[in-house]
């Protein structure tokens, strides 16, 4: 899986759209852009995933760059509940499994 | 509800005993995976099963861990002789066939060594 990078952590005000950026600068062409989050205590939750176009679902929407090399996952009104750690993620066909960072820690902001 | 499961949620023990956490995947889901969470780090892969057998098992995985899925369907993982350092949650995950990565996680198990 390719290396991603995201800042440790990022604050948000409720009702405004989250915007979290990933880079993954080496991503090779069949690895798809995961995202997870995890709010405390429990386990992490499947969000989005895209490999080219950009992608939305009842969750969230994801924008990945032309180049491939970054992409940034947006929740577009943050309520107090999106508070939790955000994993990007970039893994291929070929891997079984998915490699895990740090993440971001969105804090939502009344 | 028809997500992973996990067993128990949460267990104390005192550090030399044996303990065995048990997952039950989402239906017809043929991969499962278990991963283990410290404290302010991202979860880390521990091992992966397709049907009843254990493709991979990373360097974490000691020769106190063990894993099985005997019939392909539930799963326990089993620590012997538990360390503080084993103090963990430990996560199930589960996906179905062949194509694509997502994977869905249960809630987790949480282990204290005491």
């Known amino acids: 899986d390719a290396k991603t990078t995201q800042p440790p952590s990022m604050d948000c005000a409720e009702g405004r759209a989250a915007n979290l950026p990933c880079n993954h600068s080496t991503i090779s062409g069949n690895e798809y852009v995961y995202w997870y989050r995890q709010i405390h205590s429990q386990g992490p939750q499947y969000i989005i995933h895209g490999l080219k176009n950009n992608e939305t679902n009842e969750m969230a929407s994801l924008i990945i760059t032309e180049d491939r090399k970054s992409s940034t996952l947006i929740l577009p009104h943050a309520t107090l509940r999106d508070t939790a750690v955000y994993y990007c993620i970039a893994s291929g066909a070929g891997s079984y499994q998915l490699t895990f960072g740090k993440g971001t820690k969105l804090s939502v902001i009344p | 509800d028809t997500g992973v499961s996990q067993n128990p949620r949460h267990k104390i023990t005192k550090r030399g005993q044996n303990v065995t956490f048990r997952c039950d995947p989402i239906s017809e889901h043929n991969r499962l995976y278990w991963y283990r969470q410290t404290l302010g780090q991202g979860p880390e892969f521990l091992t992966y099963?397709?049907?009843?057998?254990?493709?991979?098992k990373s360097r974490l995985l000691s020769d106190r861990f063990s894993a099985e899925r005997p019939k392909g369907s539930f799963s326990t993982l089993e620590i012997q002789r538990t360390e503080q350092g084993d103090s963990a949650m430990y996560l199930c995950a589960s996906r179905p066939g062949a194509t694509g990565n997502t994977i869905y996680f249960g809630e987790g198990s949480w282990l204290t060594v005491v």
């Open positions: 099963f397709q049907n009843e057998a254990q493709l991979e």
